[in-house]
């Protein structure tokens, strides 16, 4: 049986990686080239399939019990292992390296929103990646809050140029704003001989 064209056949039919895996795992008893046939029937590369199941082999692909292959399919999916690489054009390039920026001038973004950024790159999603870095404030101790909105400002002008979503445009002006320098007032004077807080009036002036 050549999982390959059986996982092929299996997508064409709507079923999803991750099911496709846990049918694919059934029928064979093999979880790596199952996983493998799924990753290269979508059109992964076979380097960067190898690359994505050697870091989870020993976690969830050796020795699994038996009736835990939907399960494992679900992960196997969740950890980004079937996400179809898209190649970047070189305008979405430096919005990548731009959000990478931002990452390490945030501080310290939980390891969760890390993971899921990491997916949004490899598939091309920047719209998402980017909205979802301007709702995240910085950490002042950690980070560089001026360098993280400023970066973002720059990053929401060149995806509006590929991408007409009014989301960029309201959470660019968001950022612009967040990256604006806070102005302080000015403490009020006070009239030499005046006491202060007297608005520069004289105490004959305050009797009127």
Request: positive net charge; glycine residues 8%; proline residues 9%.
């Amino acid at each position: 049986m050549n999982l390959t064209t059986v996982a092929r056949h299996a997508l064409t039919r709507g079923h999803t990686p991750a099911a496709t895996y846990a049918l694919l795992a059934k029928r064979s008893g093999k979880p790596f080239p199952s996983a493998r046939a799924v990753c290269l029937a979508l059109t992964i590369p076979l380097a960067e399939t190898t690359r994505r199941l050697t870091e989870c082999h020993d976690a969830l692909l050796t020795n699994p019990r038996p009736g835990t292959e939907a399960d494992t399919g679900e992960v196997l999916e969740a950890l980004g292992v079937f996400d179809v690489p898209k190649s970047l054009t070189d305008t979405e390039l430096a919005i990548v390296e731009l959000l990478l920026t931002a990452i390490e001038a945030h501080g310290s973004l939980r390891p969760g929103h890390h993971h899921g950024l990491n997916r949004w790159f490899t598939t091309g999603n920047l719209t998402t990646a980017y909205l979802s870095l301007t709702t995240t404030h910085p950490l002042p101790r950690t980070g560089n809050p001026a360098r993280y909105w400023t970066t973002l400002v720059t990053a929401g002008e060149l995806l509006t140029t590929t991408n007409p979503d009014p989301r960029i445009k309201y959470a660019l002006t968001h950022c612009r704003t967040r990256a604006a320098p806070r102005q302080k007032s000015d403490p009020p004077t006070s009239h030499p001989g005046c006491p202060e807080g007297s608005g520069g009036r004289s105490r004959g002036d305050r009797r009127r």
